[in-house]
């Protein structure tokens, strides 16, 4: 399973911008979409996550500006970023708990990230 993430680039502190994310591959179903980022320096750490049900997480940090949504039919997870801060650059990874086949365990994959960069 590939995950392509994309959308990432340089904005201005109160900007916005809108990742996205495609699974491709061997596919039989995804639990779990979410985006994680790293800033340097720092550990990895989650953004936001959508269960395939519905139920949503966010970091305290991204709270009322980012939100998460996908679409299942397209295997894709989106990261609207609004009001972004200067605190927010990093590289974004998202990451999709898989299914691949209808007897098999989840598996966890990632994508190769992109870089969000807000300037000041």
């Known amino acids: 399973v590939q995950l392509q993430a994309s959308g990432g680039g340089l904005v201005q502190a109160g900007g916005s911008l809108r990742l996205s994310c495609v699974a491709s591959?061997?596919?039989?179903?995804?639990?779990?979409m979410g985006w994680y980022r790293q800033a340097p320096g720092k550990q990895r750490e989650l953004v936001a996550s959508?269960?395939?049900?519905?139920?949503?997480n966010y970091a305290d940090s991204v709270k009322g500006r980012f939100t998460i949504s996908r679409d299942n039919a397209k295997n894709t997870v989106y990261l609207q970023m609004n009001s972004l801060k200067p605190e927010d650059t990093a590289v974004y990874y998202c990451?999709?708990?898989?299914?691949?086949?209808?007897?098999?365990?989840?598996?966890?994959?990632w994508g190769q990230g992109t870089l969000v960069t807000v300037s000041s």
């Open positions: 959508i269960h395939a049900a519905g139920f949503i």
């Open positions: 591959g061997t596919i039989f179903s995804i639990n779990r």
């Open positions: 990451n999709a708990d898989v299914q691949n086949y209808s007897w098999s365990i989840n598996r966890a994959y």
